[in-house]
């Protein structure tokens, strides 16, 4: 599998990418925990606050730097007058769900559950869709290497005896004198 070097993604470009207006951007920046830093981050960060691995095949990469599609580019891409149909397939508790249909991507991270305009897709997922295929298996973040961004942390604040690495007390070894 080829890994991806790291690339910068500036503010207009971000704008695209969540496809939400200028002044909406700060507010989901803040929802995923994203910080810019010279009028831009990097596409790792904006993977981990998606919950995903930043190292990616190059053909996971190209799709995952798309721009996220909003239902009505969803609806447009496949031929249905009415948005609203993409939402009923994509939620579980409604009368039209549609299990395969591929998960919507929110943006909201769980602060604005019912916020519809925080709900995006990856065009690589309804294409495969649409085609009877296999959805793309994206790399997620492992427990064991990559951090996840803030929003994905319950409480950043461990218990006292969860406390490990340089912040721990030095353990008696056999045979230290004491």
Not at 15 to 23: K, L
Not at 98 to 107: E, G, L, N, W
Request: with cysteine; aromatic share 8%.
């Amino acid at each position: 599998m080829t890994k991806c070097k790291d690339s910068y993604i500036n503010r207009k470009d971000l704008i695209a990418y969540f496809g939400v207006p200028a002044r909406s951007l700060k507010e989901v920046l803040q929802d995923a925990g994203i910080v810019l830093r010279a009028n831009g981050t990097c596409w790792s960060v904006v993977f981990e606050a998606l919950g995903l691995a930043a190292d990616q095949s190059a053909e996971h990469w190209e799709e995952l730097t798309k721009p996220l599609l909003t239902a009505s580019q969803v609806a447009e891409d496949l031929d249905r007058a009415d948005p609203s149909i993409i939402y009923r397939w994509a939620n579980p508790s409604s009368p039209n769900y549609s299990p395969d249909f591929p998960a919507p991507i929110d943006f909201s991270f769980g602060k604005r559950p019912n916020a519809r305009n925080r709900k995006r897709w990856r065009r690589a997922d309804v294409i495969a869709w649409q085609s009877n295929k296999p959805q793309p298996k994206y790399r997620h973040l492992s427990k064991s290497g990559d951090v996840p961004s803030p929003s994905q942390v319950p409480s950043a604040d461990p218990a006292p005896t969860a406390t490990v690495g340089i912040f721990s007390l030095p353990q008696v070894i056999d045979g230290d004198a004491q």
